[in-house]
């Protein structure tokens, strides 16, 4: 079946160092991919997504590419700041009743 | 704006008490969501609803009740056959066309005592 894997957290950097969150999928068919961000308390909020392979998303410095090759939705950024903290998902679309699938979070602690 | 509101934001009851959380949207979307975390963990589907009148059970859809009477609206009921009730609820909306992208609104914290 469809499934999302995402790196364990918590994931602690310092400030402007440089962030890679690990995404890894199983799906039939070519899904859409996203990653959300979840703030302390909060909804979450779409970040970014891809829709067919090779596609990058971007928002906000962070970027992420799709690779069917590797099955992988990888979230990077360059230099992150400690309004980076927060709760990051991997997630794609299943799309035969428009549900996601989503990984199980990883989160992301930026010491200044 | 378009968006999508829940209320309340935090939200207290007693142990046998049934509770209804609101969530309503504007952004004209045919499906709707709920979801529950539980603290430091991800997200799990209760129910959803891909059109007016109509619903799913998700995978946690026990002591849970929906009903979808109009397009902007999904209420959620937590009754009292819901063994652990305290959580965070979060509801969302997609449109059924394109990458299905999910939006969500700012959650509401029910604490059963």
């Known amino acids: 079946g469809n499934s999302v894997t995402q790196m364990e957290g918590p994931v602690t950097l310092s400030e402007e160092a440089f962030l890679t969150i690990n995404c890894t999928y199983t799906?039939?068919?070519?899904?859409?991919l996203f990653w959300y961000v979840q703030y302390p308390g909060e909804g979450l909020q779409l970040l970014l997504k891809?829709?067919?392979a090779d596609d990058k998303g971007s928002n906000k410095g962070f970027e992420a590419t799709y690779r069917k090759e590797t099955t992988s939705f990888h979230l990077e950024k360059g230099s992150v700041q400690v309004s980076d903290s927060a709760v990051y998902f991997c997630?794609?679309?299943?799309?035969?009743?428009?549900?996601?699938?989503w990984g199980a979070g990883t989160k992301l602690i930026i010491k200044p | 704006d378009g968006g999508i509101t829940q209320s309340p934001k935090y939200l207290f009851r007693k142990e046998g008490q049934n509770v209804t959380l609101s969530c309503e949207q504007n952004?004209?979307?045919?499906?709707m969501y709920w979801y529950r975390q539980d603290p430091g963990q991800g997200l799990r589907l209760i129910y959803y609803?891909?059109?007016?009148?109509?619903?799913q059970k998700g995978d946690i859809a026990e002591g849970y009740s929906v009903s979808r009477e109009k397009k902007e609206s999904f209420p959620l009921t937590v009754t009292s056959a819901q063994k652990n009730p305290t959580a965070f609820y979060l509801c969302a909306s997609s449109g059924t066309g394109g990458a299905y992208e999910q939006y969500f609104g700012p959650g509401t914290r029910l604490t059963v005592t």
């Open positions: 997630a794609l679309s299943y799309d035969s009743n428009y549900q996601l699938i």
């Open positions: 609803s891909q059109i007016v009148n109509d619903f």
């Open positions: 799906a039939t068919g070519y899904p859409s």
């Open positions: 952004l004209n979307h045919d499906a």
């Open positions: 891809a829709t067919k």
